[in-house]
T-cell receptor, first 112, second 111 residues
Framework: GEDVEQSLFLSVREGDSSVINCTYT??????LYWYKQEPGAGLQLLTY?????DMKQDQRLTVLLNKKDKHLSLRIADTQTGDSAIYFC????????????FGTGTSLTVIP | DTEVTQTPKHLVMGMTNKKSLKCEQH?????MYWYKQKAKKPPELMFV???????INESVPSRFSPECPNSSLLNLHLHALQPEDSALYLC??????????FGPGTRLTVL
């Protein structure tokens, strides 16, 4: 399998920015994703980036991709209490039958 | 419609029961997935169907039997499960552009 690593926990104050990091080991990934999972719920696709891009911005979310260092990050601006959840990064390997590899997940806690 | 639906939402079954989980999407996606997820862990891939054919089986025990009757439906048949099979079972489908959408999951408890 693939090693996709994330920090386990992150705490931020409401209104601050959150940065969630992810490192992966396989450079053949084609797409990289960020998912949000609230307690008892399924995974919500937040955003994704094609591997030939460096950055993607979508409202409060900014994704940065450093292919050289195999590092992906998700920045959430003006973090709100509703952003508290577990965040998973994932990579798609289209050349191995569309297999997804998920990161270990980061639990984000937003302090009011 | 960017929705993947799953039924039932919750399922409690004994170790001798036979049950099925259902998944449906009407986005025209031709790749569909079953995942198993334990609490606070990432989803673990079980099966991938591509164009209604099983393309990946991640060494899943035979007590889990997937079925893809058509391009919109995916089933997971369960028989003689063990308590350690209790988990959230997630279905997902992939667009040709790389987006993967998940259903809300079925929370399975095996007694």
């Amino acid at each position: 399998g693939e090693d996709v690593e994330q920090s386990l926990f992150l705490s931020v104050r409401e209104g601050d920015s959150s940065v969630i990091n992810c490192t992966y080991t396989d450079s053949s990934s084609t797409y990289l994703y960020w998912y949000k999972q609230e307690p008892g719920a399924g995974l919500q696709l937040l955003t994704y980036i094609f591997s030939n891009m460096d950055m993607k911005q979508d409202q409060r979310l900014t994704v940065l991709l450093n292919k050289k260092d195999k590092h992906l990050s998700l920045r959430i601006a003006d973090t709100q209490t509703g952003d508290s959840a577990i965040y998973f990064c994932a990579e798609l390997h289209a050349n191995t039958g569309n297999q997804f590899y998920f990161g270990t997940g980061t639990s984000l806690t937003v302090i009011p | 419609d960017t929705e993947v639906t799953q039924t039932p939402k919750h399922l409690v079954m004994g170790m001798t029961n036979k049950k099925s989980l259902k998944c449906e999407q009407h986005m025209g996606h031709r790749a569909m997935y079953w995942y198993k997820q334990k609490a606070k862990k990432p989803p673990e891939l079980m099966f991938v169907y591509s164009y209604e054919k099983l393309s990946i089986n991640e060494s899943v025990p035979s007590r889990f039997s997937p079925e893809c009757p058509n391009s919109s439906l995916l089933n997971l048949h369960l028989h003689a499960l063990q308590p350690e099979d209790s988990a959230l079972y997630l279905c997902a489908s992939n667009s040709p552009f790389g987006e993967q959408f998940f259903g809300p999951g079925t929370r399975l408890t095996v007694l």
